[in-house]
C-alpha cells in the first residue's frame, strides 16, 4: 500500500518535470536529441526542474497570492499538512490517531486540481517555448548532433530546399562496392546521432571500385525506377529504403533552393512539359 | 513518450518539393542528371524556377544533340 501511495505520489508531484519535456519535444522531432541517451538521465531532469517549479510555486503563493490577493481567497499551501499526506506512514503511525485528511481534500480539492493544472501547463509551455528556441537555432548549444537540425532546416522552409544523399553500401564483391544516390525523403537516427535508415526518392545505383591509385566511381548510374522519366501517373512514388546494416556512409549535399517567385512560374513549367511530351508522343507516333 | 528518446525521426521532403522536383525531371526529359546538375550550381545557393527551367531545357537541348556514347555520364554529372 505505502509502495503503491508513494508512486502514486512521486508521479503527480514529478507532473511539471514530465510537462516540460512533452512541451520540449513538441515542436519537432529533432528536439528529442537534447534529451539524454539514458532515461535515467533524463529522469533526473524531470525531478530537478519539478523540485524547482514547486519551491517557485511554493515561495509565490505563500509570500503573494495567499497573502496579498484579495479579490480571491488563495488558501496558502500548508507544508505540514503536506508532508504527512505524502508520507503514507501518517496514516498508521503505531501509538498515534489516525491522521485525516478528507476533510481537508473536500475542502481544497479545487485549488489543489488547478495548482497542478496551472503547474503542468506553464512547465509543458515553457518547454514548448525551449523547443521552438532550439528549433530556430537560438539554443543549439544544448544539441549534439547539429547535422540533424541542417537536413530539417529544409522541410520548415517556404521554398523548395532539396538535399542530395549518396550513400555508400556494404554491399561489394571484391574491390567493387555499391554506391546509392537521390534525393533524400526522410532518415531515421538513434539518439547517438547514427543513421538507423534513410529513404531516397528518385533514387539511381552505381558501382565504386577501390583500386590503388583511389576510389574509381563508375560511369554508368542506373535509375532503379524503371519507369523514371515517364509522366507520373501512380499516386505512389517509388522510393529506396537503405537501412544501417547496409550504410557504410552517407553523403549529404543541399541543392540549390527553388525560388517560385509567384504563380505563373509554375504554369510555365507546366506549359514546358506539356509541350515537351506533346512533342515526344508525336515523335513517337511518327516513328510508328 | 518520456521513453522514445531513443529514435529521431526527421522527415526531409516537402511533398510540394517532391512534385516540383518530378516535374523538373519530366523537364529534363526523365534524365535527374540535368536537374542535379543545375541545382547544384556551386556559385550561388539559389535560383528561381525560371531560370532552373531555361538552363534544363537548354542542358535537356544540349545532350539530346551529344553523340549517344555520352548519353550514360547524364545521370552521374555530379558524382
Given at each position: ?48 526542474i519539478s523540485f524547482f517549479v514547486h519551491a517557485f510555486a511554493y515561495l509565490v503563493i505563500n509570500t503573494g497570492l495567499c497573502v496579498n490577493f484579495p479579490p480571491v481567497a488563495v488558501p496558502c499551501v500548508d507544508f505540514d499538512e503536506l508532508s504527512a499526506l505524502v508520507r503514507i506512514d501518517a496514516f498508521t503511525l503505531p501509538g498515534t490517531a489516525p491522521a485525516t485528511f478528507r476533510a481537508m481534500l473536500d475542502l481544497y480539492i479545487f485549488w489543489i486540481l488547478l495548482y497542478f493544472l496551472a503547474a503542468g501547463g506553464l512547465t509543458g509551455l515553457a518547454g514548448f517555448g525551449v523547443g521552438k528556441l532550439i528549433e530556430n537555432g537560438h539554443l543549439r548549444g544544448f544539441t549534439r ?144 | ?79
Open positions: 500500500m505505502s509502495i503503491a501511495w508513494a508512486t502514486v505520489v512521486i508521479v503527480v508531484l514529478l507532473l511539471p518535470g514530465f510537462a516540460f519535456f512533452w512541451g520540449l519535444y513538441a515542436p519537432n522531432q529533432v528536439t528529442r536529441e537534447v534529451s539524454p541517451a539514458s532515461p535515467l538521465a533524463q529522469l533526473a531532469g524531470v525531478v530537478i548532433h547539429r547535422y540533424l537540425f541542417l537536413l530539417e532546416k529544409g522541410r520548415k522552409s517556404e521554398e523548395s530546399e532539396l538535399v542530395r544523399a549518396y550513400v555508400l553500401s556494404r554491399t561489394q564483391n571484391l574491390n567493387t562496392v555499391i554506391f546509392y544516390d537521390g534525393i533524400l525523403q526522410d532518415f531515421f537516427a538513434r539518439a547517438d546521432g547514427t543513421i538507423s535508415y534513410i529513404v531516397l526518392h528518385d533514387a539511381n545505383t552505381s558501382a565504386m571500385e577501390i583500386t590503388a591509385s583511389g576510389p574509381a566511381h563508375s560511369k554508368d548510374s542506373i535509375p532503379l525506377d524503371i519507369e523514371s522519366g515517364a509522366p507520373g501517373v501512380r499516386g505512389t512514388k517509388p522510393f529506396l529504403v537503405i537501412t544501417s546494416e547496409n550504410i557504410a556512409n552517407v553523403y549529404f549535399e543541399p541543392l540549390n533552393t527553388v525560388r517560385i517567385e509567384s504563380e505563373a512560374d509554375t504554369e510555365v513549367l507546366d506549359k514546358a512539359i506539356n509541350e515537351l511530351e506533346q512533342s515526344s508522343d508525336k515523335t513517337t507516333s511518327a516513328s510508328h | 513518450m518520456f521513453f522514445e528518446t531513443f529514435r529521431i525521426n526527421v522527415r526531409v521532403l516537402k511533398e510540394k518539393d517532391r512534385i516540383l522536383y518530378d516535374k523538373l525531371v519530366r523537364l529534363a526529359g526523365g534524365d535527374s542528371g540535368i536537374v542535379i546538375k543545375v541545382l547544384s550550381n556551386p556559385h550561388r545557393s539559389s535560383v528561381d524556377l525560371k531560370t532552373a527551367i531555361r538552363e534544363i531545357e537548354e542542358l535537356r537541348n544540349t545532350r539530346k544533340h551529344a553523340p549517344a556514347s555520352l548519353a550514360p555520364q547524364a545521370a552521374t554529372a555530379t558524382v
